[in-house]
Each structure stands twice: as structure tokens, then as C-alpha cells.
């Protein structure tokens, strides 16, 4: 598709049922054709809960007194890593706050023993860390790494991540990531309030001048005990404010495939939850190639409460039908990024 923010803005203000449908079907075209029809299951782990930030729309934020806060043990997290492997799914994403207590070392041990008794692929999704960090953990064999940069928009960036480093440090961490030869993945929430339609346009630029090898987009959900959850972030934007809908995180994520044709873009657990019925599969046939079933034990799960009421797509009979009645197979292997594979080949810098 042709990358200007214009047309983008367009597409993302369109309405009409019938336009829409070419939107969904040439998505769904360009995910055929480059990257196929298996869908890849990873194994999520939420190893951890606690966390140093204040995001402005995030449950795990540190003030937030009413979560309750846990920590699995390295045995714990390695246990669920083994039940991955034994489900047949290639790939382990082990996502956690920014959690000071799980120190640089510590996470570099647990991605070694999980490489050492699984063979899996790892991802981690742990927040922003020094280069130093990137590295060790990069050395353990750590595959990927999910670093979100939510939105586009440098002054609204700043506005949610209160006492953060800025949107440029976030750009920074990642342009290291791509360096140090990790598959790299990033993202955004739809509806942010405070966003536009052109801001969630430079949001595809954004992926696509990244080169990203894999791309999360989900709907902002309201949390209570958050500011935006309780309408405290106020702006001149309201006229022009995006929906934080479903069909608004179809449009971004057909899009991310016509800008990133190679990219892995998983239909998220946020998709789930607003839709349960069949978010999932909608999602897939607008663009997504990955789902992310849920790992965390149990006794964990509900409380890593990112927004409330949060879905979990658990290993099941049934979802594995769901992907086979729409068409889809279930992938086997690592199913690593045909966007980075693609560099490889042509011998272009990591």
C-alpha cells in the first residue's frame, strides 16, 4: 500500500461496510502471501506483576494498591515453559512489569534453563532495560523481545508515562534490540484518549519504519484504578478522539499488514475480551497470523490485571477447531519472523 498518512487517515475514518470488506480481504491476501496460513501459538507466561512505572492506563501500575502482587520462582516459570514444549508450541513469551526485583542476571539463568530443557524460542517482554541487560540476555539465547511504544505521539507518550524516559529512549531501546540480533517487536493501543486518526497513521509509518519483525495492536481498555480509567487526562482533543473500538483495531491491525507484509501480528487477548465470541477469528482473518495462549498458572492469572476482565486464550480442543473452521492450520515449529529470515537472506544489518 502506497505509505503516506493521508490515504492511512482515510482508511481509518472509513465507515462504509462494503469499503471495509476490501480493506479485510486485501489483509487478509497479503497475510497469505507472505507469511501463510498456519496460525502460530505462543505460550504466555506472566511471571510477575510488580512494577516500577506509573502508566497512565496500565492495572500493573505502581500505585495501584488494590492488585495484589506476585513473583513466580524460576522452577515455576520453567515448569510452564516444559508444559509449552509438551503442547507442541514453538515459542515461550515470558512478559512481566518492570520489575527491579528480577535482576538483570536472574533473567538471564532463567532464559538459559528454559533454551536448555525446552529448545523453545524465547520472547521476552520486560520493559526497557540497559543495552548491557539486552545483551546478557541476548548471550542466555533469548530469541525476541516485545517492547510497545503505544503511541506514536511524542507530547501524549509523555503525558502517560509520567517519571519515564520519553518516546525517543523508547525508539533508542529498540533500534538496540534490532542490533543486538533480536527477532523485535513493538505496538500501539487504539483510542488512547488524547489520539487521533493521524496519530495512529504515523503509528503505521511508525512499523513500518522500524521494520518490525512482529507488531501488537489491541484496544485501550479502561481500568478504574487508573487515571484514564477515571477520566482524570483531559485535553482539547475530544472532537477529533479515536474510538477505543473493535472495528478501529481491525482497521489499524489489516493496515500494519498491507505496511509490514512479513511481520508476525498475533489477534490479541484484548480482541478476546471485548468480543469473546469470535474477536479472535476476526482478528485473524484481517491480518493476524499469531495467537498467544495463556500459560500463567492459575493462581496468577487474574492478577495481572493490565485492564479488568481480561480473556485468556487457554490450550483447548475447541480454539484449535475455531482456527481450523476458519481455514487456518495450527503451525508447528518456532515460527520465527519471515521479516527478519527476509534480511538474512539478502544479507541486509540486522
Not at 525517543?168 to 484518549?193: A, I, N
Not at 484496544?219 to 472532537?239: A, M, Y
Amino acid at each position: 500500500m502506497e505509505l503516506d498518512k493521508n490515504p492511512i487517515s482515510a482508511w481509518l475514518q472509513e465507515d462504509d461496510t462494503d469499503r471495509l470488506e476490501t480493506l479485510w480481504h486485501a489483509a487478509d491476501r497479503v497475510r497469505r502471501e507472505n507469511v501463510g496460513d498456519a496460525v502460530h501459538l505462543r505460550g504466555l507466561i506472566e511471571f510477575s506483576n510488580h512494577c516500577q512505572r506509573n502508566c497512565f492506563y496500565c492495572g500493573l501500575r505502581s500505585a495501584n494498591k488494590k492488585i495484589r502482587r506476585y513473583r513466580m520462582d524460576l522452577d515455576e516459570i520453567v515448569h510452564c515453559a516444559c508444559q509449552a514444549k509438551d503442547l507442541g508450541y514453538g515459542t515461550v513469551v515470558l512478559q512481566s512489569g518492570e520489575d527491579p526485583g528480577c535482576s538483570d542476571h536472574w533473567v538471564a539463568s532463567l532464559v538459559r534453563t528454559i533454551k536448555e530443557q525446552t529448545g523453545l524460542a524465547v520472547t521476552l517482554s520486560l520493559g526497557e532495560r540497559g543495552r548491557d541487560a539486552f545483551l546478557l540476555w541476548r548471550d542466555a539465547g533469548a530469541d525476541r523481545y516485545l517492547m510497545r511504544f503505544e503511541t506514536s505521539n511524542a507530547g501524549l507518550y509523555a503525558r502517560l508515562h509520567p517519571g519515564a524516559p520519553g518516546l525517543e529512549e523508547r525508539f533508542r531501546q529498540l533500534l538496540w534490540l534490532r542490533e543486538l540480533g533480536y527477532e523485535v517487536g513493538s505496538g500501539v493501543l487504539v483510542g488512547l484518549p488524547g489520539s487521533t486518526h493521524m496519530d495512529l497513521a504515523n503509528d503505521i509509518l511508525m512499523f513500518a519504519e522500524l521494520d518490525l519483525d512482529m507488531i501488537g495492536i489491541g484496544p485501550w481498555i479502561k481500568h478504574e484504578s487508573t487515571p484514564l480509567g477515571r477520566g482524570e487526562l483531559q485535553d482539547n482533543t475530544d472532537h477529533k478522539r479515536v474510538a477505543a473500538s473493535e472495528t478501529m483495531t481491525y482497521k489499524m491491525m489489516a493496515l500494519a499488514r498491507l505496511a509490514c507484509p512479513r511481520s508476525n501480528i498475533p489477534s490479541t487477548t484484548a480482541l478476546a475480551t471485548i468480543n469473546a465470541e469470535n474477536g479472535c477469528e476476526h482478528g485473524l482473518r484481517r491480518g493476524a497470523n499469531v495467537l498467544m495462549p495463556n500459560m500463567t498458572p492459575a493462581v496468577h492469572r487474574a492478577d495481572y490485571e493490565i485492564y479488568p476482565a481480561k480473556a485468556c486464550f487457554l490450550e483447548s480442543s475447541e480454539q484449535r477447531f475455531r482456527i481450523e473452521n476458519i481455514g487456518r492450520y495450527v503451525g508447528t515449529g518456532r515460527g520465527d519472523s519471515p521479516n527478519r529470515d527476509a534480511r538474512i537472506a539478502t544479507g541486509e544489518t540486522l
